[in-house]
Structure formats: C-alpha cells, structure tokens
C-alpha cells in the first residue's frame, strides 16, 4: 500500500540517485514511463499496469491526457464531471501507488530482469499520525526548509 509518510528525511527521498535513465526534452528519452500497483478497497493486490489515463476523470485524446509524462512540460487540464457517471463506470473502489519505471542499469544498457520501479514521492498534506500531529505539514507549508534550501 502506499506510504503516508516517509521515514527518510525529504531530502534523502527526493534526492536519492539510484535511477540510471537519460532523460531528454525530446526524443524517446523524454517520456517518463511510469507504473501503477492497484489496489482493492480491501487491501487486495491487483496488480501493476503501465500509467496511461487511469488517473484522469476527464476525457479526451490519450494523446493529450498523457502529455504529463513528457520531461519539461507544463499540463493543465480542467473539465467537468458527472459523479454520478463516474460512480456507474468504476463501481469499485481502486488505489494506486505510482511508480517511475527506470529499464537502465548501473553500466547503461537495459536490465535483464525488466525495469526497477522508484516510488514517486507524494505528499498526503492532511495525513494525521495515532497521536493527532502532521508529519507532512511542513512539507507544504515550508518545503525549502526541509530540502535545505534558501528562499533567497
């Protein structure tokens, strides 16, 4: 199941360097290719599944329902939807855990045993620990100071 919250300090998840890919702003190596695992409602596994549109309530050309995943691009999408529609199409509830798919080894060449899955960091901003306080909160409300960075 995904994580509610990291163990590790945001900078050591955010700027872990175990991912081998090139990337690039055009070109094959411009896509990041990311992977679902789903979940049932009842914590039941079901499966992995490449990210295309399961995440999108609007519809449209897959084309551009995806360009989110091209390295340097800026997406906006807004629409309105009929719950009621979307409640009859997916009657049963599904989580995902989102994944980056990195196909690269350490020497460059694809890995042999199929790609090694990252986690995407995602924060869950109103996650409550069993004691009442918010691990995350400063992850919003002031992300350089954990980064260690400068708001200069």
């Known amino acids: 199941m995904p994580w509610l919250f990291y163990q590790l300090s945001p900078p050591e998840v955010l700027f872990a360097t175990g991912i081998y890919r090139g990337v690039a702003l055009s070109g ?66 599904t989580f995902y855990e989102l994944w980056l798919s990195d196909p690269v080894g350490t020497d460059g060449s694809a890995r042999s ?19 009442g306080t918010k691990p995350n909160e400063v992850l919003v409300n002031m992300p350089n100071l954990q980064l260690g960075l400068s708001d200069d």
């Open 28 to 93: 094959g190596d411009s896509r990041l290719n990311m992977t679902l695992t789903a979940y049932a409602l009842d914590g039941s596994y079901l499966g992995q599944q490449d990210l295309t549109t399961q995440l999108e309530l609007c519809r449209g050309d897959d084309r551009a329902l995806t360009r989110f995943q091209r390295i340097g691009t800026n997406f906006l999408l807004q629409c309105r939807v009929d719950l009621a529609q979307i409640a009859l199409t997916y009657p049963e509830t």
């Open 113 to 131: 045993s199929g790609p090694a899955l990252y986690p995407v960091p995602i924060i869950i901003a109103n996650y409550r620990s069993s004691g």
